[in-house]
């Protein structure tokens, strides 16, 4: 019989990557193998994202690709998956290109679903709660990374006012803990140097009596020659607890990524954040204090419904004040159906938006420059992840902080660590020498 193959393309955040990893081991048990080649599947993958609406658009976009991709290859189904599956449904249909839609619950049923795509176009949006995919061993998709995903919970409980994700995610659950050390154990077995825990909020992880702190210590102690990372912790719910844990275990990454959305208590309520500018701070004191050379990270987004000059002053004073090292920078996007799109008023002129955001990307880029400036002359231990995109000459890897950094190939490979003194830094990247 002739073995089908499945090409991958996920967008979103690095829970798709994770999912599509998923995905691949549910197909290879249906007897399909991954092809790295679009032209010659017989299944295509699409794994989406809602979270602003451009990121919906892009897929619609790529549909487009995937309708004269279909027209020369009369056998190929097309399926979507992800957030904007479970958002969109069967509207994906309307693209002309799309033969199943399966919503972030359903992904077991895939193989069934690709065969009833025989008969028709088939939509499987249903949620179930007690879904955490257990027992399935993710077939890694990136053979050349030397870093790989944990996903530690599912859904999100939070109903930021402004967010899609709870909706099309569901309802928040915990994985178990013998999956995720599992998880852990086989990447490490398959020569993978680093893994990064993952959920929506992973300080709300909760199975039995294993709390977030209790899991990534067991998880860094079961790995010991790894690196640990996590992502995203949400402000409220960050414990001295975790940060005593990070600081204790040498191999827990000292880097938090911490999204404050904006610097503004009026609109932090708004968006139903559930703390205020002072507890944020608060929280950043607690991880200089207790993680003193911790890298610090964040999102924000500007715009948002009622946002004034003012507010997005005081966002822009909070930048300031705490120096993040680096910081994804948005503008706000009305998500039909949340809780924002419902009650309150898409107000700031989109003119307005492009331009606050044009001033925080400038902002940012002079605070990441002078955080960057100050790593000069130190030393950092990096991980080495391949070659410079910029030199063949040239490998980067990171450093605990989550910093770029750029150097001399000589006898090191990929996987290795290595000690590297910065002699450069740019908004984005360091430059250093490797002194052992
Ligand atoms: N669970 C994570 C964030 C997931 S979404 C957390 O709570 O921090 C990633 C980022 O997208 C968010 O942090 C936010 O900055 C941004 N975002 C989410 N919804 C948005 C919207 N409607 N418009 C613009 N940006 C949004
Ligand atoms: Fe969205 Fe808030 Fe949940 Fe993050 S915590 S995924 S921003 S609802
Ligand atoms: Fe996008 Fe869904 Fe992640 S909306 S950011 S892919 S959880």
């Given at each position: 019989m002739k073995i089908g193959k499945i090409y991958f393309e996920t967008y979103g955040c690095q829970m798709n990557v994770a999912d599509s990893e998923m995905v691949a081991a549910i197909m290879k048990a249906d007897g399909y193998e991954t092809t790295d080649d679009v032209q010659s599947a017989d299944v295509v993958i699409i794994n989406t994202c809602s979270v602003r609406d451009n990121a919906e658009r892009k897929i619609w976009n790529r549909l487009d690709f995937m309708k004269g991709l279909k027209h020369r290859n009369k056998g190929l189904k097309v399926g979507v998956i992800g957030c904007m599956a479970q958002r969109v449904g069967d509207k994906l249909f309307d693209s002309g290109a799309v033969d199943f839609v399966a919503g972030p619950d359903a992904y077991r049923h895939i193989p069934e679903l690709v065969r009833e795509t025989d008969i028709k176009p088939v939509v499987d949006t249903e949620f179930d709660i007690a879904e955490t995919y257990a027992g399935i061993e993710p077939l890694r998709l990136d053979s050349e990374s030397i870093s790989g995903f944990v996903s530690i919970t599912r859904g999100c409980n939070n109903f930021c006012s402004y967010c899609i994700v709870p909706y099309t995610r569901g309802r928040e659950r915990s994985r178990s803990a013998d999956d995720i050390l599992r998880e852990s154990e086989n990447l490490m077995k398959q020569g993978y140097k680093e893994i990064?825990?993952?959920?929506?909020?992973?300080?709300s992880y909760r199975f039995g009596d294993m709390d977030f702190p209790k899991?990534?210590?067991?998880?860094?102690?079961?790995?010991?020659?790894?690196?640990?990372?996590?992502?995203?912790?949400?402000?409220?719910?960050?414990?001295?607890?975790?940060?005593?844990?990070?600081?204790?275990?040498?191999?827990?990454?000292?880097?938090?990524?911490?999204?404050?959305?904006?610097?503004?208590?009026?609109?932090?309520?708004?968006?139903?954040?559930?703390?205020?500018?002072?507890?944020?701070?608060?929280?950043?004191?607690?991880?200089?204090?207790?993680?003193?050379?911790?890298?610090?990270?964040?999102?924000?987004?500007?715009?948002?419904?009622?946002?004034?000059?003012?507010?997005?002053?005081?966002?822009?004073?909070?930048?300031?004040?705490?120096?993040?090292?680096?910081?994804?920078?948005?503008?706000?996007?009305?998500?039909p159906g949340t809780f924002a799109s419902k009650n309150l008023v898409d107000d700031v002129p989109e003119e307005e938006k492009v331009a606050r955001l044009a001033r925080l990307i400038e902002i940012q880029n002079r605070i990441s420059l002078q955080r960057n400036k100050s790593d000069i002359g130190k030393e950092f231990e990096v991980l080495v992840e391949g070659e410079s995109k910029r030199s063949s000459e040239m490998?980067?890897?990171?450093?605990?902080?989550?910093?770029?950094?750029?150097?001399?190939?000589?006898?090191?490979?990929?996987?290795?660590?290595?000690?590297?003194?910065?002699?450069?830094?740019s908004s984005a990247t360091l430059k250093g020498i490797v002194i052992q």
């Open positions: 990064t825990l993952l959920g929506q909020n992973v300080n899991l990534l210590e067991t998880v860094a102690r079961h790995v010991p020659e790894m690196r640990v990372r996590f992502t995203t912790s949400h402000p409220k719910d960050i414990s001295d607890e975790l940060l005593e844990a990070i600081a204790r275990n040498s191999n827990i990454c000292n880097h938090i990524h911490l999204p404050v959305q904006s610097g503004s208590n009026v609109v932090l309520e708004r968006m139903n954040r559930k703390y205020t500018r002072e507890w944020y701070l608060d929280r950043i004191s607690a991880i200089r204090r207790i993680i003193p050379d911790c890298g610090l990270s964040t999102d924000i987004f500007c715009g948002f419904c009622g946002e004034t000059e003012s507010d997005y002053m005081q966002t822009v004073d909070l930048m300031e004040t705490v120096g993040f090292d680096s910081a994804f920078l948005f503008k706000y996007s009305n998500r490998f980067c890897g990171r450093t605990q902080q989550n910093k770029m950094v750029v150097f001399d190939k000589k006898a090191y490979k990929k996987g290795d660590y290595v000690k590297v003194k910065i002699t450069e830094a």
